[in-house]
């Protein structure tokens, strides 16, 4: 049933897009752009939180002070990602809880990459190098999404993700003119990762099922194969600048279409990984479980303390 | 009213004010139990403790906003919410690709 | 960028005047005088340092543990601003003592590229560490970790504040960068622990039993080294035992105002005639290096 003021209200929302503006929390909005938005965010914020997991597995051991404090530094920042992105997410009208329920229930997913182990020191670079770098490229064109609160959320986080993304180089590149035991670490780091990172922009286009409706709603600007591609034309030449060999002997220029042929992943591995059977899902959000249900007795302290303070603002003494 | 599920810390909007001579601006969000917290976490958030700047915070739920457009008489005043829907929506299981 | 604890601002180069002597990672001293002042000790002054560089070296790494393990994110990036703090002082001091006195450092192969610092981090064995055991232990829950920091910091803030007038001025410089950080650090720990103590009747029980673990511990912090003797003698250092009253009362006002008895566990005792100082340290330090010295070792010739 559409009544009068609601075709209004459309007409407005869709011209606000046509003149590519943002939409801002107050203004209607269709259910179903919505639920898009809230889905999208909500697995972005996710796979910031969870991402914090493979690499904080590193922060103990990390072989030296300074790569001690850039990890650590750089993980805390993740967390700081994810919570813009809830924040984001909630001028939705949902809540951080809510999400983090849905996430640790298995209701809301998070990007897949993050389902592989990390094994060896290396990891943590290649993590910032290839990983970062695919998100950078998923990102960037993000902060022009039609959604005021995404995109502002956007921008601060991709700020921070390229120094993500080039101390991660630094490192390999570090590693690379080390020892050979360390050149082989790295090789050995970057063929694992290679086929999860081209996953990470989603199967393509003839498969993806959110695509088109998003794109037409402005909260993608760019389909799942373009910045794939985009992203392997940006890292070969930095495999090259680096020494190792990306594992894809398929990997060519092709003068034609002015860009890179590229060996497409295992997108069965893929559907698996997401659906559930990846190497470490169930780790991943063990871990999230344990700490959300390991804070909850802190956090209803907080709250049941500031309750306190509310109703006895001037009492200083002892409550026992 | 915060329409914050039982047990959730409220939300705070947090406002910083870069260098003297500045305004404050509004820089994000953040969850509290209370108002001394919330000044502290936006600190520690915000402005990684950046000595000089000053910070505001205040409850989400505490501010009152203009509708989107006052206007138009077709928008009636939309209430005094920051954001225009605070009920939770069920998302749908089936959530492929990031 | 001008986050004061920004691990990344190195890799950009860009001058930087929140640190203490810029930041350099190749080279924390880089470019700082390090001539000992007339009548310091080198070897005294090293092994001051390496207390104070190690204390905060392994706290840092007990709290960094708490990454994606805090009770909300609020809390992870407060807690890992703590544990970057004194990342950042352990780097400091432990490019101290080596400058001081070389000898402390560890031997490596031939050609090892590994910085001074990073070798007395990584390649010394648990009873090398002159770190007190009550920084050590696991962290236990979020009250333990609470109670820790607060003693800890409240002992160190008074430490830094003295040690500003350091005649050593590479050791005062870190104790004035340090004192503005610390002070942060005890008002959060001072804010959970009233917090807790006052909150739920689960949080009270945990927050006394936090400070039950930690408490037996917290004397070894004002026990006055050898070291510390010297160093106090020679003006480079702070005695330890004069600090007790003043951090006492400031224990007293939060234990106050959190409604919170004085623990009344006795303390723990040394090992032999030694403790953390002397190298004589818990079972928790030889884990917590065996983990944290793994890939360093595995490495000894690596860059990083």
């Not at chain 1, 640790?104 to 990983?131: C, H, M, R």
């Not at chain 1, 695919?134 to 959604?147: D, F, G, H, K």
């Not at chain 3, 224990?251 to 623990?263: A, F, K, T, Y």
Request: contains cysteine; negative net charge; charged residues 25%.
């Amino acid at each position: 049933m559409t009544t009068a003021p609601a075709q209004a209200e459309e007409a407005s929302f869709e011209a606000t897009l046509a003149r590519h503006d943002r939409i801002e929390p107050r203004d209607w909005m269709p259910e179903r752009y919505r639920a898009t938005l809230v889905r999208q965010i909500a697995q972005h914020a996710h796979s910031e939180i969870i991402g914090m997991q493979p690499e904080g597995a590193w922060i103990t051991r990390a072989p030296s002070l300074r790569r001690k404090a850039i990890l650590l530094a750089k993980v805390q920042d993740e967390a700081g990602h994810g919570l813009y992105l809830y924040s984001a997410c909630e001028t939705l009208g949902v809540s951080r809880q809510e999400l983090t329920e849905k996430l640790i229930e298995g209701k809301q997913k998070y990007s897949s990459i993050f389902n592989y182990p990390t094994l060896s020191y290396a990891d943590v670079g290649t993590i910032g190098w290839l990983v970062d770098g695919a998100a950078i490229c998923n990102q960037v064109p993000l902060c022009r999404t039609s959604y005021g609160p995404y995109g502002r959320a956007m921008i601060r986080v991709c700020k921070e993700e390229s120094f993500h993304q080039r101390q991660g180089f630094e490192l390999l590149a570090t590693m690379m003119r080390g020892t050979d035991a360390q050149r082989a670490m790295v090789q050995e780091s970057v063929d694992r990762f290679w086929w999860p990172a081209l996953m990470m922009f989603g199967p393509p286009d003839a498969d993806s099922s959110h695509t088109a409706q998003s794109m037409a709603w402005g909260i993608k600007r760019d389909t799942n194969d373009e910045l794939r591609q985009k992203f392997v034309d940006m890292t070969v030449p930095q495999a090259r600048a680096l020494g190792v060999t990306l594992p894809d002997p398929d990997l060519v220029w092709n003068d034609e279409k002015g860009g890179h042929d590229f060996t497409q992943p295992d997108w069965a591995e893929f559907r698996d990984v997401v659906s559930g059977s990846g190497p470490c899902n169930a780790q991943r959000v063990a871990h999230r479980r344990r700490a959300h249900e390991d804070g909850a007795w802190v956090r209803e302290a907080a709250s049941a303390f500031a309750r306190r303070q509310q109703q006895e603002p001037q009492q200083q003494e002892a409550v026992s | 009213m915060s329409g914050a599920p039982q047990g959730e810390w409220p939300l705070y909007e947090v406002f910083v004010r870069g260098k003297r001579g500045l305004n404050h601006v509004h820089v994000g969000s953040l969850h509290a139990a209370d108002d001394r917290m919330a000044v502290h976490n936006a600190r520690d958030v915000y402005t990684r403790r950046n000595e000089g700047v000053s910070i505001w915070v205040v409850r989400a739920d505490a501010i009152t906003a203009s509708s989107p457009d006052e206007k138009d008489p077709l928008f009636a005043p939309a209430g005094d919410k920051v954001y225009r829907h605070p009920t939770f929506y069920d998302i749908p299981d089936d959530v492929p690709h990031m | 960028m001008t986050d004061h604890t920004s691990a990344y601002d190195g890799l950009l180069g860009d001058d930087s005047a929140q640190w203490a002597f810029g930041q350099d990672f190749e080279d924390p001293l880089a470019g700082v005088d390090t001539t000992l002042a007339a009548g310091v000790d080198g070897a005294a002054l090293a092994a001051y340092c390496l207390m104070l560089g190690d204390d905060a070296l392994v706290h840092s790494h007990r709290l960094s543990q708490w990454a994606s393990n805090a009770p909300d994110l609020e809390e992870d990036i407060a807690l890992a601003n703590i544990a970057l703090d004194l990342l950042g002082q352990a780097r400091l001091l432990l490019a101290r003592a080596a400058a001081a006195d070389p000898s402390v450092v560890p031997a490596l192969p031939a050609g090892s590229p590994v910085p001074p610092e990073d070798a007395l981090a990584f390649f010394r064995d648990d009873a090398d560490f002159r770190n007190v055991r009550l920084v050590e232990g696991e962290n236990g829950d979020f009250a333990v970790t609470t109670a820790r920091l607060l003693l800890f910091s409240t002992h160190r803030l008074a430490l830094l504040e003295r040690l500003r007038d350091s005649v050593d001025p590479v050791l005062a410089a870190i104790a004035a960068k340090g004192v503005k950080e610390v002070a942060y650090h005890r008002d959060h720990a001072a804010r959970w622990c009233v917090t807790l103590a006052r909150g739920t009747e689960e949080s009270r029980r945990r927050m006394r039993a936090g400070l039950d673990v930690v408490w037996p511990l917290h004397h070894e912090l004002f026990r006055t080294h050898p070291v510390e003797a010297t160093a106090a003698e020679q003006g480079f250092g702070v005695d330890p035992a004069g600090l007790a009253a003043d951090v006492d009362v400031l224990l007293e006002q939060v234990l106050s105002v959190g409604g919170l008895d004085r623990p009344t566990v006795p303390p723990t005792g040394p090992l032999g005639r030694g403790a953390g100082r002397d190298g004589r340290h818990t079972e928790a330090l030889g884990r917590m290096l065996a983990e944290m010295q793994v890939v360093a070792r595995a490495h000894p010739t690596g860059r990083w």
